[in-house]
Structure formats: structure tokens, C-alpha cells
């Protein structure tokens, strides 16, 4: 495997989640009004060690088929629960586009799960 579409790539696709983890502790009050079901700062916390855990295990290559499942599962009750909801309605458009990145972070998910396989 080369290293720019093997270990790099790996890396590359591991910092938008850790990000996105340190931002859900950063901004859990405001984001936990986004939630659709009751204790909504315990589930903005709850995924954003989920994406922090999953951004270590894919960075340090423990557990990688597992944590990229679980990513795909995560952002695809995303997409039903938060975006799904908005896009017939104002900010359409920006929803469908993260509903579109997120789509495409499933599929790169679900793609280095299978380079590592259980």
C-alpha cells in the first residue's frame, strides 16, 4: 500500500471526526437544542466521544472495522434524524449539502472498514 493512499489517507480521513468530536464538547449546550429525542447534551457528548473514539482507533489502527461501522451507523442516523427532516424546509440547500458529505463519509468509512476486515 502506498503511503499517500494508505497511511496518509487513513490520517487525512480521521481529522474531520476528531474535530467534529472536540467541537460536540465544545458547543454541547448549543448544539443539544439540534437533538431530536430527550437528553439532548448527554447524546451531543455521548457522539462526540464516538467520533473522538473512532478518530484514535482509525489514527492508531486498533480496531478500525469496528470503529468505521460504527461511524457509518452514526452518520446515517444523522442523515435520517437531522438532515432528512430539514430539506423541504428553509436552509434546504445547505442541509442537502451536508447530508451529501455526509453520505460520502459513510461511504469512506464503509470503504476503509473493508480494508479492515474483522
Given amino acids: 500500500m502506498s503511503l499517500l493512499t494508505g497511511r496518509v489517507a487513513q490520517i487525512l480521513f480521521a481529522v474531520p471526526f476528531l474535530m467534529f468530536g472536540v467541537f460536540h464538547f465544545m458547543g ?4 443539544a437544542g439540534m437533538v431530536p ?8 457528548y455521548f457522539t462526540g466521544l464516538a467520533m473522538l473514539a473512532a478518530a484514535v482507533s482509525i489514527a492508531i489502527r486498533k480496531y478500525v472495522f469496528w470503529a468505521c461501522m460504527g461511524l457509518a451507523l452514526l452518520i446515517l442516523i444523522f442523515i435520517v434524524t437531522l438532515h432528512m427532516p430539514k430539506l423541504g424546509g428553509e436552509g434546504g440547500q445547505m442541509t442537502m ?22
Avoid: N, R, T
Fill in 28 to 31: 454541547a449546550e448549543k448544539m
Fill in 97 to 118: 449539502i451536508s447530508m451529501l458529505k455526509d453520505i460520502g463519509l459513510i461511504g469512506g468509512a464503509l470503504m476503509l472498514a473493508d480494508k479492515f476486515k474483522a
Fill in 37 to 44: 429525542i430527550p437528553g439532548g447534551v448527554f447524546w451531543v
